[in-house]
């Protein structure tokens, strides 16, 4: 038996200490771990939103929430004068419309659901919509978005849900169309047994299937999508748009652009980037970036006094033990050594069962910190997070939350995920192991003070 | 040969300086079993303390063998201590949780021995003290006293030390115990060839040593040879 299996042994000297020890040490270290881990996770969000900045500016009419709120619509005229603007490649424009069953013989694939119901009562009353929406039946109206750029779903994507436009059959139309002509959501098509070249009625008027797309989400599938000139048309709405998606030339140009868009239109319309969109959900994720941090830093050095007590204490008392060892010829090196080792065994054990707590505890303590910081954070960043289940999530998406913003963006900060990988935990052993070295390190002063003729006395 | 000139020891106890060792000069041949009396508080476990190099003289020079122990750096210190010395104390410092057995192989690992030779050894030394094969797996806090001292002692020969030294390895015992430790220490030395220095309070044992020093205040007041007679 030499130096380092002695340590070992006397990691278990006395038991119950080991066994206290070694849980408050795995609290810390777990606690440690799992801040380790909302960091990096909290972190990794952060750059992924900051490299989403994308060079689009969203202009909405002043006022409009989703179909909701008032405001007047902006016109192809004031939309001529933004695509003109330096450094503005494009213009989306979209007519949003909902069809009602008086409207449309085509069904919405999407049930209501309470939640469903519940926002449709809640805002019924500013448009009058639901008709019959405290009735046991009612049903949901079509979405039908006009656009002049069809495959472009993120330039509609408040009322479209976005998503990426996938092409199932037939062809889309041109951007300047006028036809009675139509894309179809997978969902609703079937739904309604729709094929390309079936017909539907819409406005009184029969429309053709053109085509019939996916976006990889459901409500996305369940809207129509037609020309812009043809929405305008049937609605009586000549010339105008309830929101257009400007693209700049460069991201840095995009703050100069959305300045001179906003001159531009007055205060006609709400004019945002994604900028400052990112930006709102980068300083909600710095909050918890901090708080990880500092609750990591707080955690590790906690570890650290344990372990470093508890070797001092040990120390103090074994001392004569230590005497004794000296006095029958141990170098002080050796004397060390065995101390380490039994701090580093203290420290490992400490460490499995941290970084089992750890491991399971991360995932909710990210979740944790991520929706408190998210409740106290702006109103407009919970659009996404409002709703579950279908019914919910329409209504949610459609009347709630701020022209959709963060559907947009497609981050929120829900959605941050906590990753637990091999090198955190590796990590974490080092760095235990790390403060372990440095706590015996403190002992080993200790140690070698003790005078070995000290062990002469009788106690 | 052991060879103590003019050593002196100084204590600094609040205000006062204690000369707890205050000039003691004395010679030790090889292979004598050698005794050092005196009065409480006279200075014998200073003087002991200094020759097994577990404190520094604040003056002086121990030679032993032709070397100043007392100018040896720390390693060389260490191996004096592991090697050249043996130490029996009064009350027994075994390590707790090692076994009997254990405790006499370890100063065998700070000379490097291998494992196979520190057990054969630490197996024998323990047999001949009077353990038995239960008994050198027990650790001492299931030990009687006497047996731990016999287990001390087994440890302090461990390495064919050139001198053991005792520091009343027999206060702690009844005194049929402590007789039969002492005589213990005396044919293992005898066996071994190592030069015994023992301290006691008991003029018995002192009586069968070969030498006696008397300790009064830090100095040799009288010293008794027996050797002779
Ligand atoms: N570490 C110390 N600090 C201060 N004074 C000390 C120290 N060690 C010993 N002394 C003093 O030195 C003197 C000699 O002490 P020492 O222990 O050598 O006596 P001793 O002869 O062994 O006595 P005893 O028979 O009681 O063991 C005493 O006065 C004691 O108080
Ligand atoms: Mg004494």
Known sequence: MNWFSRGIRSAFRNATRTFALVIILGLSISLALSMLIAHQAVTQKINNVKSSVDNTISIYPAGLRGFTGGGN???????????????????????????????????????????????????????????????????????????????????????????????????????????????????????????????????????????????????????????LQTVQRLTGQTNQITS??????????????????????????????SIAQAQSIVSALQNIQTISLYSLIGAVIVGAIIILMTMIMIVRERRREIGVIKAIGSSNIRIVGQFMAEAVTLTLVGAIIGITFGVIASKPITQMLVSSSNSSSSSSSRSSLAGSGSGGNFAAHHFSGGHGIFTRVKHDISSVHAVVNFSIVVDGLVAAIFIALIGSAVAAYFIAKIRPAEVMRVE | MLKVTDLKRQFQSGDTIVNAVNGIDLTIPDGQFVSIIGQSGSGKTSLLSLLGALDKPSSGSIEVDGRDITKMNGGELNQYRAKTIGFVFQSYNLVPNLTALENVMLPMEFLGKPKRDRIERAKNLLHEVGLNDGEVLRKPGSLSGGQQQRVAIARALANHPKYILADEPTGNLDSQTGKKIFNLLHDLSLKEKTTIIVVTHDLAIAGKTNKSFRIKDGRVVNSTDRSKT
């Open chain 1, 244 to 273: 257009a998606v400007a693209y700049v030339n460069s991201v840095s140009n995009v703050a100069t652009v959305t300045a001179a868009i906003k001159k531009e239109l007055g205060s006609a319309a709400d004019v945002t980037n």
């Open chain 1, 73 to 227: 619509p902006l016109t192809s005229a004031q939309l001529l004068e933004v695509s003109k603007t330096t450094d503005v490649t494009s213009v989306a424009e979209t007519l949003s419309d909902r069809m009602t069953s008086s409207e449309t013989n085509l069904q919405s694939p999407i049930s209501a659901g309470v939640l469903g119901r519940r926002f449709a009562r809640k805002v019924g009353g500013l448009g009058g919509v639901f008709g019959n929406y405290g009735g046991q039946s009612f049903t949901l109206p079509v979405i039908v978005n006009g656009t002049n750029d069809p495959t472009n779903l993120s330039a509609f994507s408040h009322t479209g849900g976005g998503g990426t436009f996938t092409l199932q059959s037939g062809t889309v139309f041109n951007s300047n169309s006028n036809a009675n002509v139509a894309l179809l959501g997978s969902s609703i098509a079937s739904k309604n047994n729709l094929k390309v070249g079936s017909t539907f009625t819409a406005y009184s008027t029969t429309i053709t299937v053109a085509g019939i797309f996916s976006t990889g989400n459901r409500f996305g599938d369940s809207q129509v999508i037609m020309p």
